[in-house]
């Protein structure tokens, strides 16, 4: 890694950790989910490192990828379990962390083991540490505490103007043999819940994404909401109330240039992530850089 792009990661995470400090301040039961994402994503721009997502605001039976849209009127309920998923980035080196708040007090056991899953995957991580090694270690915490992992919710490797990026971490052993290498940043990010620990789409999506050497596109609005996303966010995944707030396109036209583009697979949607209704999701999460003889916390 040139040492430019270690020194970019070292202060994003500095800023990811008075963005974290931040949201514990301003969220309370009756916050407003918009508020408190357009405040966070504010704050971090604020400080000289802008987001490198949308913040992510899902609550209870969802576990990632929620981000409000322009029109959201939800509200923190007393009886929320709320993730709180960021990313900052400076110059493209993201860091990116989540911590989960329980406003209903009944969820601290669950939110303790994923903390602990994550404290223990830390302590065993270096270069060569295996994927296998970092999965068994959260299964083992998280079902020995009485929940379960996520199976299909992973860490990953972080790159320059990537945020996720190969490989995936897991949250279960699967016996990978694939060693974490010096040089490289990753997200450690395990979720834990009271359900089967599966998720699929929850059919809401909010967070798009460029994809890259994406093509052309004729509908005039759809280059315009292109050419906005190439120029502001490049490959990493923006919101579509960040193109309504910042294009002087009226809601029907950004709808049609919207679809356009996932159409014709300009653009890629990251829906909402969601377990059965019924069940409990946490979530935490750090960034590390792995060096050849050490790693170093980028969340601090």
Same mark, same amino acid.
């Given at each position: 890694?040139?040492?430019?792009?270690?020194?970019?990661?070292?202060?994003?995470?500095?800023?990811?950790?008075?963005?974290?400090?931040?949201?514990?301040?301003?969220?309370?039961?009756?916050?407003?989910?918009?508020?408190?994402?357009?405040?966070?994503?504010?704050?971090?721009?604020?400080?000289?490192?802008?987001? !490198?997502?949308? @913040?992510?605001?899902?609550?209870? #039976?969802?576990?990632?990828?929620?981000?409000?849209?322009? $029109?959201?009127?939800? &509200?923190?309920?007393?009886?929320?379990?709320?993730?709180?998923?960021?990313?900052?980035?400076?110059?493209?080196?993201?860091?990116?962390?989540?911590?989960?708040?329980?406003?209903?007090?009944?969820?601290?056991?669950?939110?303790?083991?994923?903390?602990?899953?994550?404290?223990?995957?830390?302590k065993i991580t270096r270069a060569g540490t295996t994927l296998h090694e970092i999965g068994s270690i959260v299964e083992k915490t998280i079902r020995g505490a009485g929940f379960a992992p996520i199976q299909?919710?992973?860490?990953?490797?972080?790159?320059?103007?990537?945020?996720?990026?190969?490989?995936?971490?897991?949250?279960?052993?699967?016996?990978?043999?694939?060693?974490?290498? !010096?040089?490289? @940043?990753?997200?450690?990010?395990? #979720?834990?819940?009271?359900?089967?620990?599966?998720?699929? $789409?929850?059919?809401? &999506?909010?967070?798009?994404?460029?994809?890259?050497?994406?093509?052309?596109?004729?509908?005039?609005?759809?280059?315009?909401?292109?050419?906005?996303?190439?120029?502001?966010?490049?490959?990493?995944?923006?919101?579509?109330?960040?193109?309504?707030?910042?294009?002087?396109?009226?809601?029907?036209?950004?709808?049609?240039?919207?679809?356009?583009?996932?159409?014709?697979?300009?653009?890629?949607?990251?829906?909402?992530?969601?377990?059965?209704?019924?069940?409990?999701?946490?979530?935490?999460?750090?960034?590390?850089?792995?060096?050849?003889?050490?790693?170093?916390?980028?969340?601090?």
């Amino acid at each position: 890694m040139e040492p430019e792009n270690e020194k970019a990661f070292i202060a994003s995470g500095h800023v990811l950790k008075q963005a974290q400090d931040h949201a514990r301040e301003i969220i309370s039961v009756g916050s407003k989910l918009l508020d408190v994402a357009e405040e966070l994503e504010a704050f971090m721009a604020r400080k000289g490192a802008p987001p !490198a997502f949308p @913040v992510n605001l899902s609550r209870n #039976f969802q576990a990632a990828h929620y981000s409000p849209s322009l $029109d959201d009127k939800s &509200t923190v309920e007393k009886n929320d379990v709320l993730k709180v998923d960021m990313g900052v980035h400076i110059n493209g080196c993201v860091t990116d962390a989540a911590f989960t708040l329980d406003f209903s007090g009944k969820w601290s056991e669950m939110i303790q083991a994923n903390e602990a899953a994550l404290a223990g995957a830390l302590k065993i991580t270096r270069a060569g540490t295996t994927l296998h090694e970092i999965g068994s270690i959260v299964e083992k915490t998280i079902r020995g505490a009485g929940f379960a992992p996520i199976q299909n919710l992973c860490g990953h490797g972080i790159a320059q103007w990537h945020t996720h990026f190969p490989p995936s971490l897991p949250s279960i052993a699967n016996n990978n043999p694939t060693p974490l290498e !010096a040089g490289n @940043v990753y997200a450690l990010e395990p #979720f834990a819940c009271n359900g089967k620990g599966m998720v699929h $789409d929850g059919g809401v &999506t909010e967070i798009f994404q460029l994809e890259e050497n994406a093509g052309a596109v004729r509908n005039e609005t759809a280059r315009k909401i292109l050419a906005f996303v190439e120029k502001n966010y490049s490959t990493l995944p923006f919101a579509e109330r960040w193109i309504a707030r910042e294009l002087n396109i009226s809601g029907f036209q950004r709808k049609v240039g919207m679809r356009e583009l996932l159409q014709k697979q300009v653009i890629r949607p990251h829906p909402v992530l969601v377990e059965d209704r019924n069940v409990i999701v946490t979530q935490a999460e750090t960034s590390i850089l792995i060096k050849e003889n050490e790693v170093i916390p980028l969340i601090q």
